[in-house]
């Protein structure tokens, strides 16, 4: 039975809404999860896969959210262009968006066949183009603007193509296909901040699973 202060880990599909509800009748994380009084901490795109916490607690929910937390969030992004030292170098140091400029962020090139290995075909894939070459980038950011990843790269002109969020402070996809979820812990201290000390994504994903159950979406 989940205990206090309990957080649930999602490989959230993508095209699934981060929410329990939609009008419209898209996926959403009731075909994912079903455990009652869980809410997300901080939000996935739409068009985004990847790591999403879901917790009882609002004060872990806070902690996660927040920014004035700076918890650390990785993704692996693919983009339309082969990054330049000169590009990589901008988003390190921010880049300005319509709604300030970024805070400096964690980039660096992925080699595609870590990434092939690691990652799961998208279904459906992206669009390829003959004449465009793309890479895979490993940004980390401590902010949560509405669609941050994909505006900074595309204010160095390296449109998104593909972004998986792989690592949320030290939580990370070890073990987790797409819609599958484990449970996990983080008792947090009064003062709100976490017993555990963050870590940033460095190549977890091909570590051995944790040992706590896990779900899938059935049928």
């Known amino acids: 039975m989940p205990v206090a202060n309990n957080v649930i880990i999602l490989n959230k599909p993508y ?14 994380l009731a075909d994912y999860v079903p455990v009652k ?19 009882n607690d609002g004060q872990v929910q806070n902690h996660v ?64 183009r003959k004449n465009k ?22 204010a160095v002109n390296l449109p998104t193509l593909r972004l998986v969020r792989v690592a949320i402070g030290h939580w990370n996809l070890v073990g987790l296909a797409p819609g599958q979820w484990r449970y996990d812990q983080l008792n947090l201290p009064h003062q709100g901040a976490s017993k555990r000390q963050p870590t940033g994504h460095k190549g977890s994903l091909n570590r051995s699973p944790t040992k706590h159950p896990s779900r899938a979406r059935k049928g």
């Open 37 to 55: 009084g869980y809410y997300p901490a901080g939000r996935l795109d739409y068009d985004s896969e990847g790591l999403m916490l879901l917790t």
């Open 133 to 154: 070459p793309t890479c895979w980038l490993e940004i980390t950011i401590t902010e949560g603007r509405n669609r941050q990843v994909r505006r900074m790269t595309a």
């Open 65 to 128: 959210a927040s920014p004035r937390f700076k918890m650390p969030k990785t993704y692996w992004v693919q983009v339309e262009g082969i990054a330049q030292e000169t590009q990589l170098a901008e988003l390190q140091k921010g880049v300005h968006l319509k709604d300030g400029k970024s805070k400096p962020a964690k980039v660096r090139r992925l080699d595609d066949a870590l990434v092939s290995e690691r990652l799961w075909p998208r279904q459906p894939p992206i669009r390829e």
């Open 15 to 28: 095209m699934v809404l981060s929410q329990f509800t939609d009008q419209e009748g898209r996926p959403t």
